[in-house]
């Protein structure tokens, strides 16, 4: 199966929230009786253990979008706890056109805070060159990206 401009064979497909496939990720279409099709990544918890032995679980194909689309993901950021951190990052955000959904912040310790950031995104080259900008900053420890497989499920 084919997915473009967020449909597959004409139907609408939903982002699984739990892991925020974008275009380019290996991807997993579970077909959902209740939501219709949700796409999934295809190493997140939620299909991963499945997609070999159930034929509700499809291994799925991106295609080309023909209007410019954007994507869903999710990234974490651990950045030294100073004051105005999440405005420098925010700006790197927004200084490359890249739309911020939502942000929410907590101290992990003194030194630490963590940011999850949901972010619109074009594929996973865009998305590689935000997290090495991001990673180059002063002060940012570490940006990793979260799809709920095995080692970040419970990072949430
Ligand atoms: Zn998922």
């Not at 991001?134 to 420890?141: G, I, N």
């Amino acid at each position: 199966m084919v997915l473009a401009d967020h449909q597959i064979e004409g139907v609408s497909v939903i982002y699984a929230k739990c892991c925020m496939p974008i275009h380019g990720d290996p991807i997993t279409a579970h077909s959902d009786t209740e939501r219709g099709i949700v796409v999934h990544h295809s190493r997140c918890q939620q299909v991963a253990p499945f997609k070999q032995s159930d034929s509700r679980y499809l291994e799925t194909n991106w295609g080309g979008d023909k209007v410019n689309k954007t994507y869903a993901a999710h990234l974490k950021i651990i950045a030294e706890n100073k004051i105005g951190i999440l405005a420098d990052v925010i700006s790197t955000f927004t200084k490359r056109g890249i739309n911020i959904i939502a942000v929410n912040t907590k101290d992990l310790d003194v030194k630490f805070t963590e940011c999850n950031f949901e972010i619109d995104i074009d594929n996973v080259e865009e998305l590689r060159k935000i997290m090495q900008k991001v990673r180059s900053m002063k002060f940012v420890e570490s940006c990793k990206r979260i799809i709920n497989d095995a080692k970040t499920v419970n990072e949430n």
